[in-house]
């Protein structure tokens, strides 16, 4: 399968600990979006890259949140001292050149105790 | 700016019956459109796009949709519900341009299918 994927699938964390999720975007696509997404939400865009650059961050994305995309192919996205209120399912996208649809991958389910 | 309104936060059908989800978007040009669906405890899928081509659009699982610019609609439909099409559909617009581009999400809609 060469689709978006994501890892873990599942995280659940303490409050106050630091989580990092992975994603790999399907091959040779340059852009990468993060979402979050609440229950009975719809997702709520949270950063883009173009390649290895960060070209937006969400007013969402507090301090504490960071990403990065080193080499413009896998990213990672980072919370540190998590509060239960980050509990959510984090989605990752990845779009092509020239073309406006984005492709997601399955999520990330985090729960904070 | 653009925004996108699901008209219905719940649908429910009967298997076998038509499906209408409403979708209505505010844009100030010619937009990009999308359905995606969720599955419970699964990812987002593409259903289907409008990018300025033609206005009826198919999409997979005999999905379709119509743009209509006079009644900025984008309505999903799909003549016979089939139980597996049970799950949220969330209507989306693109929004700015080049390397500004992104999506605005509708809130979703939930279908219910029932036997």
């Known amino acids: 399968d060469t689709g978006v994927s994501q890892d873990p699938r599942h995280k659940i964390t303490k409050r106050g600990q630091n989580v990092t999720f992975r994603c790999d975007p399907i091959?040779?696509?340059?852009?990468l979006y993060w979402y979050r997404q609440t229950l009975g939400q719809g997702p709520e865009f949270l950063t883009y890259?173009?390649?290895?650059?960060?070209?937006?961050k969400s007013r969402l994305l507090s301090d504490r949140f960071s990403a990065e995309r080193p080499k413009g192919s896998f990213s990672t996205l980072e919370i540190q001292r998590t509060e239960q209120g980050d509990s959510a399912m984090y989605l990752c996208?990845?779009?092509?050149?020239?073309?406006?649809?984005?492709?997601f991958g399955p999520g990330t389910r985090l729960l904070v105790l | 700016a653009q925004s996108v309104t699901q008209l219905d936060s719940h649908v429910s059908v009967s298997e076998g019956t038509p499906v209408l989800l409403r979708c209505n978007y505010s844009s100030s040009y010619s937009p990009s459109l999308f359905w995606y669906v969720q599955h419970p405890n699964k990812g987002l899928q593409l259903l289907l796009k409008?990018?300025?081509?033609a206005t009826l659009v198919k999409g997979i699982n005999g999905f379709e949709a119509e743009f209509k610019k006079s009644e900025t609609s984008f309505h999903l439909t799909k003549p016979s519900a089939h139980m597996s099409d049970a799950a949220e559909y969330f209507c989306v617009v693109s929004e700015g341009a080049g390397n500004n581009r992104k999506l605005i999400w509708g809130l979703g809609t939930s279908l219910a299918v029932n036997p």
């Open positions: 996208a990845s779009s092509p050149r020239r073309e406006e649809t984005q492709y």
């Open positions: 890259f173009q390649n290895e650059a960060q070209l937006e």
């Open positions: 409008y990018t300025s081509a």
């Open positions: 091959s040779e696509h340059n852009r």
